[in-house]
């Protein structure tokens, strides 16, 4: 079964406008961490934020903001006034304290900002 | 935090060839992981290196093709064997400090 949903495959907006990402996840483990990742064209994956499943407080880091909600197991992230620098993939992944902690990675959302 | 080298950072290899990719920490590491992206999609487990035992590897994914070797805390290589035009993809090289993960450059093979 699938442990991290991105339901959107891809997303297209313009410059300025706000861009949310959907993530939904599923373990049975109380002790787990949700992470996002940037893979702009250049391959790299660039790590944006690390959430352990004690805390589910939303976090707010420059134009990027993440918003962790246990009772509906969705990591969701927002990018406020979109710039074309953040056209990349973007990756939810999910790490379970049963698993080694391993990543599992959701399907990925192509974000694509236009000038 | 933790400095990961992965090389060769691209190649193009012809079919029935191996390749033997290299990841080097700076850190010593309990347990350090193989991971490949195909074209388009996610990132997916093939194996955990550990030292001093046999890699453990996830489903799909065999010894034999992807053999791994793990001689130190700090060092890890994985060989694409018998590549097909298939095995193009990008793989990566990625270890946990506590619970943070972090991940090489990547390699990014082109079997032609």
């Known amino acids: 079964a699938q442990k991290v949903t991105q339901a959107q495959t891809e997303i297209s907006v313009v410059e300025k406008e706000d861009v949310t990402l959907d993530c939904v996840y599923e373990?049975?483990?109380?002790?787990?961490?949700l992470f996002w990742y940037k893979q702009p064209p250049s391959g790299e994956l660039v790590f944006l934020i690390r959430?352990?499943?004690?805390?589910?407080q939303n976090e707010i880091s420059g134009r990027y903001s993440w918003n962790f909600q246990k009772s509906t197991s969705s990591f969701n992230f927002t990018i406020t006034a979109s710039q074309v620098v953040d056209s990349a993939v973007y990756f939810c992944a999910l790490s379970e304290s049963s698993n080694d902690y391993k990543l599992s990675f959701g399907a990925g959302t192509t974000v694509t900002v236009r000038a | 935090s933790a400095v990961i080298s992965q090389k060769p950072s691209r190649d193009i290899c012809q079919r029935g060839t191996s390749l033997t990719i290299q990841c080097q920490v700076d850190?010593?590491?309990?347990?350090m992981f193989w991971y490949r992206q195909q074209p388009g999609q996610s990132l997916t487990l093939i194996a955990t290196?550990?030292?001093?035992?046999?890699?453990?590897?996830e489903s799909g994914f065999v010894i034999d093709k992807f053999p791994i070797s793990r001689p130190n805390l700090t060092f890890s290589t994985l060989t694409v064997s018998n590549m097909s035009p298939e095995d193009s993809s990008i793989y990566l090289c990625s270890v946990n400090l506590g619970t943070e993960a972090f991940f090489g450059q990547g390699t990014r093979l082109t079997v032609v």
């Open positions: 373990t049975r483990d109380t002790t787990y961490y």
């Open positions: 959430r352990n499943s004690f805390d589910e």
């Open positions: 290196a550990n030292q001093g035992s046999e890699a453990t590897y």
């Open positions: 850190s010593q590491v309990t347990m």
